[in-house]
């Protein structure tokens, strides 16, 4: 069955350390979105792409990056992780090409950083 | 942009009992989505429902874009329905925007 991952699913880091999260969809959708979700907050969105080589910022995403090499893969990096980055990671996709752009989301990454 | 109100933020119910839960947004959109958060935090669709109405089961949703509103219907609650049920909007091209949530407890 067609799928979303994100792994690894649990991750604890020191301040400054670099940080790649793991995104990847099997169900060949255009779009892809990285969200983090706190107390408090909801869920915003930090990055999204609508297609290989395309990226756009999000509403948080001052200290985050992606890059989209091809349609499955959205990594996310926190390039010197802070402890505000403290937070459960969610990617998602979706395909507007059917008509319905409805979102599916991965099961969650919680990264904590020391 | 966008804002998305959910009422109520807190419901408590027993075991069988019935409940509605609201979702309210401020401008014109062309998706809606409702979802379930389990307690062990993964986020379930429900509800691709930008108008009309839809049934799965005991659940059902109705959104009147016209007047931008959304509602979920739950019936004969059971434990496994607890969580957190977030609906999400997005207006003709922008990104979805995020309700606060409505967490949900039902008691045995």
């Known amino acids: 069955d067609a799928e979303i991952t994100q792994s690894p699913r649990h991750k604890i880091t020191e301040t400054g350390r670099q940080v790649t999260l793991a995104c990847h969809q099997t169900w060949n959708h255009n779009n892809m979105f990285w969200y983090r979700q706190d107390l408090g907050h909801g869920l915003r969105l930090i990055h999204y792409s609508y297609g290989v080589q395309d990226t756009n910022k999000g509403e948080v995403s001052d200290g985050y990056s992606v890059s989209r090499s091809n349609t499955e893969d959205l990594p996310l990096t926190l390039e010197s992780a802070a402890s505000s980055q403290t937070s459960v990671y969610f990617c998602?996709?979706?395909?507007?090409?059917?008509?319905?752009?409805?979102?599916?989301f991965g099961p969650g990454t919680r990264l904590t950083v020391l | 942009g966008i804002q998305v109100e959910q009422s109520p933020p807190d419901l408590i119910l027993q075991e069988g009992a019935n409940s509605t839960l609201r979702c309210n947004f401020s401008d014109s959109v062309n998706n809606l989505q409702w979802f379930h958060q389990n307690p062990w935090g993964q986020l379930i669709n429900l509800f691709y429902i930008p108008s009309g109405t839809k049934q799965n089961g005991r659940l059902s949703a109705t959104t009147v874009a016209t007047e931008r509103y959304s509602l979920l219907y739950i019936s004969s609650s059971q434990t496994t329905d607890s969580g957190v049920y977030f609906c999400a909007v997005n207006n003709y091209g922008q990104n979805f925007v995020f309700g606060p949530g409505t967490r949900l407890s039902v008691l045995p």
């Open positions: 998602a996709s979706s395909d507007p090409a059917s008509g319905y752009n409805e979102q599916f």
